[in-house]
């Protein structure tokens, strides 16, 4: 296993994946590592099922714009795997919550098996077209139908308690402001300025000056430097891990 790939399953374990790999010692950059989770999936499948199924609990701890702002750095196969992993996800809960990052995705052109081991032969490519779900095929990456599986991944309660800063995201439901909380945090003893998280989370500045006034009022955030006010530069106050 390359060193890559074991920090990614042991940033996975902190969250509560059951991976044959020794956790983190912190609580990692969740929006960050979903991203760099894709580029594993070709040559693992358990990745595809064992992440949608963790989103499909914990979707109130990532923060959607900045997920989707981050997914931009990164290919546009690995673009259309994050669609069918949000979209999968979807599937499994009572609202489309990934549906604006969903728009701001794209299918990969041309179609192709998800996985490496069908793009090897002729055979298994047709194979994998034929029983594609109609999930995959919209985003290109034929694969069978994803099952949920939440025997793979720890109780609520342990995650939670392993990584107590995932709580006060929690709180918003993934919205603009647990995108400012997760910037803020993966920035850790920094400040942040209004316009970087503007630009991190793909929003205007009147929607982070907003978010910032409501978090600093719950005493979530607070502002750093002479002017003390939401014109200068903000920081997490919470430094659970």
Request: one cysteine or more; a positive charge; aromatic letters at 6%.
């Amino acid at each position: 296993m390359k060193d890559a790939e074991r920090h990614i399953l042991a940033d996975w374990s902190r969250l509560g994946i059951l991976w044959n790999v020794a956790a983190s010692r912190r609580t990692p950059d969740v929006e960050s590592l979903i991203v760099r989770s894709l580029a594993l999936i070709p040559d693992n499948s358990r990745m595809l099922v064992l992440l949608s199924s963790w989103l499909s609990v914990f979707w109130r701890c990532v923060g959607r714009d900045r997920l989707s702002q981050l997914a931009l750095s990164v290919s546009t196969e690995e673009q259309a795997a994050l669609g069918l992993v949000l979209e999968t996800t979807n599937s499994w809960l009572p609202a489309s919550i990934f549906a604006g990052s969903l728009k701001r995705l794209a299918p990969v052109e041309p179609p192709r098996p998800l996985f490496n081991s069908y793009r090897a032969r002729p055979a298994l490519a047709r194979l994998a077209e034929l029983e594609a779900s109609s999930i995959a095929r919209r985003w290109g990456l034929w694969c069978l139908p994803v099952e949920r599986k939440m025997n793979g991944i720890r109780p609520t309660e342990w995650v939670l308690d392993k990584n107590p800063a995932l709580k006060g995201r929690a709180l918003f439901k993934g919205s603009l402001k647990t995108s400012i909380l997760a910037a803020l945090d993966a920035a850790g003893a920094l400040p942040v300025g209004p316009t970087t998280l503007s630009r991190n989370c793909g929003v205007t500045r009147k929607a982070v000056y907003d978010a910032l006034d409501d978090l600093r009022f719950a005493g979530m955030v607070r502002p750093v430097g002479p002017a003390s006010s939401l014109h200068g530069v903000m920081q997490d106050t919470d430094k659970a891990r």
